[in-house]
């Protein structure tokens, strides 16, 4: 059997795997329910033992519980919205600007060689004429995507910015951004 090495391509990765920064993101919120779960284990223990006398050092691992929980939401809830910006989660990332220049840049390519070819008067010019209306609707859908892409990261950024300010809770957070996912799922 042959080894494997441990990068995403030999797992199996697909583009479809989320970038380590959110699987981070998702580990360090995990914490919280694990610790909480915890904290419900030690106020599960019971007072007396099966003989009846007192569980020694239940206490003591009801305060622990209590401290760990206390300070998970503390250190964790204060800390994420840093976490999330020093990981640049939201932002744009460089492939999928890399993406944008490409298809653009591969689309007026494509353009010019239509051009050329159209000179040549080896293709009809009906030929001619249906591709270069095919080049200019895909590079129209092109500019609007990215002009879309543009305002729509702009209004993730907003909304991020209004809960950070505590003019938005959490629960309206959650259904911008999820419809701000379908108009960009409906727009790719």
Do not use: N
Not at 39 to 50: C, H, N, V
Request: proline share 2%; charged share 25%; aromatic share 6%.
């Amino acid at each position: 059997m042959a080894s494997h090495a441990s990068s995403g391509a030999a797992r199996g990765a697909t583009e479809l795997d989320p970038p380590w920064q959110q699987t981070a993101i998702i580990a360090w919120c995990g914490l919280r329910g694990i610790l909480s779960l915890a904290a419900a284990a030690a106020l599960a223990l019971p007072l007396t033992t099966a003989e009846g006398g007192a569980f020694l050092g239940r206490e003591l691992v009801v305060l622990m519980a209590f401290a760990v929980v206390f300070a998970t939401l503390v250190i964790q809830g204060t800390s994420l919205p840093y976490i999330i910006r020093a990981l640049r989660i939201g932002v744009d990332s460089k492939v999928e600007r890399e993406e944008r220049i490409a298809r653009l840049k591969s689309t007026f390519a494509g353009m010019a060689e239509i051009e050329r070819l159209g000179g040549t008067g080896t293709y009809s010019a009906e030929s001619v004429a249906t591709l270069r209306g095919e080049y200019k609707r895909r590079l129209k859908e092109l500019r609007t995507f990215a002009r879309a892409g543009d305002s729509l990261a702009a209004e993730r950024r907003l909304l991020l910015k209004l809960r950070r300010d505590r003019i938005i809770g959490d629960e309206v957070l959650r259904r911008v951004q999820f419809e701000l996912d379908i108009e960009e799922l409906r727009l790719g």
